[in-house]
């Protein structure tokens, strides 16, 4: 029996009424499902989405939703080899596997983590600093992010039925929005059997993810200003669905990551038998045949010093000569047919067209014994290498990609035209330079940065830790200008924000501290009856204050610390030369003796429920002190944050440092660990 794919609407498994389309083994062309959207009620779909999925979303805080993310992600983990058996029919092999299966489960983690680590225990972000409005400070601004209120629908290519389902659905169910995703029906089934997990694993809300298998029909009609539609795939379609007038009318947020004409830049220092020419060439192999070079990052255009053509030519095609094709279910298979033959169709016409600008120097597109398969049944086609000797007069080559194993080798004689041919692809997901030269890779990178959304600069440095030039990361932005579509996602946290809306609020430092849970400066600091530090984390208060008692700084005390550390720096022992400083009226006291005072003059010595501080933020020193002056200081719980354990808390207290005249002569942020009611505190913790 032929599986029917389903479609995942509305929290049940809906089957298509119709329109059943055939999807063909990459192997041996045998029909391995049956897909078709047909009897989806789109409408319905959106409407449950913002409806039923949002608010339970918004509903948890960041913590909440990583924490789901982290054991979804441990769940997907242990049926990796259901994803993997369905995978070969695409032509994935167990080395493909790794990118899309296990590249798409730990960006779940990479986001679980990063949301528990960087997000508050909230259900909004505050942005950036408080912005002063007013002269008395009466009045004030900050920036806070809030999940949108509508759905992100996701549309994904063939090429990563998995990764490209799950680098999307982290950052946006980490921000709070459900999410509507239409794979490529060509690789569906293995989409499907990843959602059927999903909802097998229970861990998502309601309402929080939706599957389309199929046509997208008219979802589209039905999105407005609050949803987002997230694409990958090629130019002809993103244009088509920017242009939707649904998208255009309603100002809907659109992100696309489409077709790139990447490019490997190898510098002249790189001669052969370097390590650098050496990285060159496996890195171009590797990225002509991971996925049958059906990658958004592979490398499609090889520029290299004209005097080292011929090296690189030979090394690469001899590489190439010894990457065994064929069956991706056999262990020896290196590289896996192309997904279908109408793709393999496409790929041969490209390079016919490129044919008018180079030449093949390595591989034959229409011939080739694939180990365990069929070149008339399977989509398999050997790796090709062409070279077009004149690439700056040529056009073809530049803005023609055929998406399979195919490159093009362009010599170039110097480093400006190194740069103008790479800027002739018109925008890039990524590019690698290879040198171990300074002054070559700031000449390359910084001319072709403004052309691209990742930069990988490969040399002997790095090469046993670099993950490549191929692989997007879930904390670098995964985008580029131009003709890549101008989209961004994943970049860490950058990619959470693309479905929250940024929102600047105005009023009192009180109000704004209490919408935002964070003291600012100016809004209400009680003294706290107890000190701060005895008490337990869910006891403190933001705004809670302590206000201390004041210490003379002598000149006996700065000889006595410029002694005891070594730190003898002229303007604390030179009463000449520190007068000569315009920054210093005379002698002045270390900047660290006086955090080392202002923390004698805050900390409560006796053991109790603060249990560590691990460190400083934003620290400032403002204004000097000198010999006879006093300082105080004043210490307030400006931001409180649950940890990853439950003993205890993660405190951020404001402390400011004031002289005798009330001027403020250093600021910084004091980080601290308080235990939880029912945890060991003080001496017990301590112990």
Known sequence: MIPTLESYVQDRWVAATGGLVDIPSAIDGRVVARASSDGVDFAAAARHAREVGGPALRALTFHDRADRLKVLATFLSRHKETLYALAADTGATKRDNFFDVDGGIGTLFAYASRGRRELPAERFVVE????????????????VLTPLTGVAVHINAFNFPVWGLLEKLAPTILAGVPVITKPATATAYVAEALVRLIAEANLLPKGALQFVCGSAGDLLDHLGGQDVVSFTGSADTSDRLRNHPSIGKNAVRFIAERDSLNAAVLGPDAVKGTPEFDLFVKEVVREMTVKAGQKCTAIRRVIVPRALADAVTEAIAAQLSKTPLGDPRRDEVRMGPLASLAQRAAVREAIADLLAEAEIVAGDPLHATPIGGDMDKGAFMAPVLLCCDEPLRATRVHTIEPFGPVATLMPYDTLDDAVALVAKGEGSLVASVFTHDDAVADHLVYGIAPWHGRLLIGDRDCAKESTGHGSPLPNLVHGGPGRAGGGEEMGGLRGVFHYMQRTALQGSPARLAALTRRWIKGAPAPVAAVHPFKREYEALTVGDTVETGSRTITIADIEHFADFTGDAFYAHMDEA??????????????GYLILSFAAGLFVDPAPGPLLANYGLDTLRFLKPVSPGEAIKVRLTVKEKRPARKPEYGEVRWDVEVFNQDGE?????????MSARAGFASGAEAVA
Do not use: I
């Open 128 to 143: 950036g600093d408080t912005e002063a409005l007013s002269k008395g400070g009466s009045f004030v601004g900050l920036h």
């Open 664 to 672: 403020t002569v250093a600021r910084y942020d004091l980080l601290t």
């Open 577 to 590: 030369a520190a007068k000569a400083n315009p920054f210093f009226p005379g002698r002045v006291a270390h």
